[in-house]
T-cell receptor
Framework: LAKTTQPISMDSYEGQEVNITCSHN???????ITWYQQFPSQGPRFIIQ???TKVTNEVASLFIPADRKSSTLSLPRVSLSDTAVYYC?????????????FGTGTRLTVIP | DSGVTQTPKHLITATGQRVTLRCSPR?????VYWYQQSLDQGLQFLIQ???????AKGNILERFSAQQFPDLHSELNLSSLELGDSALYFC?????????????FGQGTRLTVV
């Protein structure tokens, strides 16, 4: 079962692009990569999900190289409200998969 | 507001006791997931139910059990509580029966075992 490794923390200035990389060397063929955002004392909030190459939505982009052993969440022009913990997780989406692993998360601090 | 409701928000109980946490999923969602978040273990998946049936099981202790009722609300029962069970317990819901999918999380129940 794939597990993930992320940087523990990152700082960024307002208005900059932030890239958070997650390593998942043992990702399985059927695993998808999902990112969540969590504010203190709140439940995680889904950001984006992908399988390969690039996925973009109104909030973020997700870049996945061909070997899929890592992925990068890209947040364009961050604001103070983007200060949160970002979790990368991998797992198979299909019914019956036995587990889903959240990483330790990356604490992003956006500085004015 | 995610649309997922968890009660109670806070719970303080003694070791050895039993508690029940309740979750109401978003309207239309058939899957309910339970997670535990503690400082030392991070966010851990416990169990998933879909339309009343267990679909996936994660790191759930034998002292813990869950069920999903015909109205789709779910309960997580924690028994013989230990100090180490103190944590935030989240419920999430999704429309799909998949495990790794877009899920909507509630605000959590903070359990303190003393």
């Amino acid at each position: 079962l794939a597990k993930t490794t992320q940087p523990i923390s990152m700082d960024s200035y307002e208005g900059q692009e932030v890239n958070i990389t997650c390593s998942h060397n043992n990702i399985a063929t059927n695993d998808y990569i999902t990112w969540y955002q969590q504010f203190p004392s709140q439940g995680p909030r889904f950001i984006i999900q992908g399988y390969k190459t690039k996925v973009t939505n109104e909030v973020a982009s997700l870049f996945i190289p061909a070997d899929r052993k890592s992925s990068t969440l890209s947040l364009p022009r961050v604001s103070l409200s983007d200060t949160a913990v970002y979790y990368c997780l991998v797992g198979a989406p299909q019914t019956g998969a036995n587990n889903l692993f959240f990483g330790t998360g990356t604490r992003l601090t956006v500085i004015p | 507001d995610s649309g997922v409701t968890q009660t109670p928000k806070h719970l303080i109980t003694a070791t050895g006791q039993r508690v029940t946490l309740r979750c109401s999923p978003r309207s239309g969602d058939l899957s309910v997931y339970w997670y535990q978040q503690s400082l030392d273990q991070g966010l851990q998946f416990l169990i998933q139910y879909y339309n009343g049936e267990e679909r996936a099981k994660g790191n759930i202790l034998e002292r813990f059990s869950a069920q999903q009722f015909p109205d789709l609300h779910s309960e997580l029962n924690l028994s013989s509580l230990e100090l180490g069970d103190s944590a935030l317990y989240f419920c999430a819901s999704s429309v799909a029966d998949k495990l790794n999918t877009e899920a909507f999380f509630g605000q959590g129940t903070r359990l303190t075992v003393v």
